[in-house]
């Protein structure tokens, strides 16, 4: 029987239900908001991912394409800081104090694409590190909408509770790879294991369009191949503490700058403090 039928816990909630929400996703590295977005929104928030990364898709060829800057080219997805029961989510994630957006994206995955091997989104913090590791060393937890609905069949995301927390060890029969970044079969060669289907204490994640999808920054995940045929929209967000000070960072862009600066009054608050992207910087030992 598939993990998320067996869970001696419940992991999809009301949006309502922000402490149980929290709950769940501090003590087992993730959780489901059923109907967090209304409609009207999914329809917009796909309409935003096509008309920002159709272009790209097109003129690139590429059968998936992730846009990892996608608030700043979309004031429709920036609407959602000013939607209160997903800020009191955000905010309650983040022990309620004071938060500032960490990061987004954007995903287009056409019908056809292949798997995408486990791994987890932390990274350490040894030079010469990137912008990932930064931002994937805050805290902050993704809060995922897959506008169309997942599962196992769709190019869905899979996931292992329980694999959020420093001491976790790699599922039975596998191994590790290169600071714990994602793990292969023992007596494979040491590459990213790409089957979603033959992991211990893995599951899909099954949700409808309009249901978020949170996980914390070290929980590993992986994504299931896209046998479905309606292209595969999605978008998320994360916010940090604003206690969380990078010892190094790179130049703010200048379309970092320009989404800051034209952001409504009831969102500055919270895009005061972002940093953006910083493409292909890395730090440096001093
Ligand atoms: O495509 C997805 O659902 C997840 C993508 C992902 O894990 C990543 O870009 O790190």
Known sequence: MPAHATLPYRFEFDKNEVRNIVECNKQHGFAIVKGMLPPAMVEMLKAEVRRVLEPVIQSSGVITYTHTQFIECSPVYASLMAYEPYMQ??????????????????????AGCGPMAWHTDWGPLEHPYDTNAVLNNSGANSMWFYLNGIDDVRGGLAIIPDSHTEDWNAPEGFAFTKHNKSFYRKGDAPAPHTRMDDVPGAMPVIAEPGDMILFAERTYHGVYPHLGTETRLSCGMSFRKISYKPEQVWPLTESARRFIDSSAPEIKPLVEGYIGMGGDWRSVAR
């Not at 309650?92 to 995903?107: F, G, H, V």
């Open 89 to 110: 989510i955000a905010r309650a994630l983040n022990d309620d104090e004071p938060i500032t957006l960490n990061r987004s994206a954007a995903i287009y995955k056409k």
